[in-house]
């Protein structure tokens, strides 16, 4: 069986070792970031819920991935002082992580297999979008892009996954996150 999600070991972004035990019976938005990517604005609406749902325990925690197009090429420093100048990101963020190859970090093997499908918004052809482009997933359950999300609840369930084109202010995504800090504490 494997360790469950709070045990994993991980390292913050200036690299000190951690796990996602120190967020336990939060609710936790794990996002996958990059800072080159046509979707790095979110990076706003992510602080923006951070600081919306955190009194109420909402943890967002961002992990830099250059998965995709090598659109997170920066070193730590180059990534910290990136999200807090241009977005004032104020979350967590954590060592840069490898999604979608062989090399899978335990984190996301976790994820992914707790939730192997993402929920698009209405209308979305984000999938349509990656294959015009050649970038379409290698494996149905891969993650699709930058900016996907994953929703745990309270006692550390993996509750949704979103597309990456979910936005952070987008009704579903944000009445799934009231619904789990609902929850009980």
Not at 44 to 59: D, I, N, P, V, W
Not at 134 to 157: A, C, H, S, Y
Request: charged share 15%.
């Amino acid at each position: 069986m494997p360790p469950s999600l709070y045990d994993i070991p991980l390292k913050t972004l200036d690299g000190t070792p951690t796990h996602l035990g120190q967020f336990a019976g939060k609710v936790l938005l794990i996002v996958n970031v990059a800072s080159k990517c046509g979707l790095t604005p979110q990076y706003a609406g992510l602080e923006k819920l951070f600081e919306t749902y955190r009194t109420q325990g909402l943890q967002v925690l961002g992990f830099p991935c250059n998965d995709f197009a090598g659109q997170e090429p920066g070193n730590a420093d180059e990534i910290s002082a990136f999200c807090a100048t241009n977005f004032g990101v104020q979350f967590p963020l954590f060592e840069k992580v490898t999604i979608n190859n062989a090399s899978r970090h335990p984190l996301y093997a976790q994820l992914i297999a707790a939730r192997p499908t993402a929920t698009f918004p209405a209308g979305s052809d984000f999938v349509g979008k990656l294959s015009q482009y050649g970038m379409q997933p290698k494996q149905p359950d891969d993650v699709l892009w930058n900016f996907e999300k994953f929703l745990i609840g309270r006692d550390g369930t993996v509750l949704q996954r979103f597309s990456p084109d979910t936005q952070p202010d987008d009704a579903p995504l944000v009445a799934s996150i009231e619904a789990a800090l609902a929850q009980s504490r």
